[in-house]
């Protein structure tokens, strides 16, 4: 099994920054690919961009030049910065991790930008 705990999320004014984590522990394997979406309230779950275990990335359109994925294989952890946030990137953001044809999902956590 495998267990996914994301902090760092809060409170945050528009144009702030925020940089979340995401711990995996549990049985990790090798070239992992791990992810992060969003879901704001009222809304479907929205894809956010994902790393490769080598450390390539991509975003959707709503995070590009605003977030940037890192991640620490020894740690087995992600990072999401976000900058310049905007009332609209509220949301729980939830990551997940995908190997061995399996997906994980952690619990998210709650990312507020008050309008």
């Known amino acids: 099994q495998v267990q996914l705990v994301e902090s760092g999320g809060g409170l945050v004014q528009a144009g702030g920054s925020l940089r979340l984590s995401c711990a995996a522990s549990?049985?990790?394997?090798?070239?992992?690919?791990m992810a992060w979406s969003r879901q704001a309230p009222g809304k479907e779950r929205e894809l956010g961009g994902g790393i490769t275990w080598g450390g390539y990335t991509n975003y959707a359109d709503t995070g590009k030049g605003r977030f940037t994925n890192a991640r620490d294989n020894d740690k087995n952890t992600v990072y999401l910065q976000m900058n310049s946030l905007k009332p609209e990137d509220a949301a729980v953001y939830s990551c997940?991790?995908?190997?061995?044809?399996?997906?994980?999902w952690g619990q998210g956590t709650q990312v507020t930008v008050p309008s």
């Open positions: 549990g049985s990790i394997f090798s070239f992992n690919n």
């Open positions: 997940s991790l995908g190997q061995m044809g399996s997906r994980y």
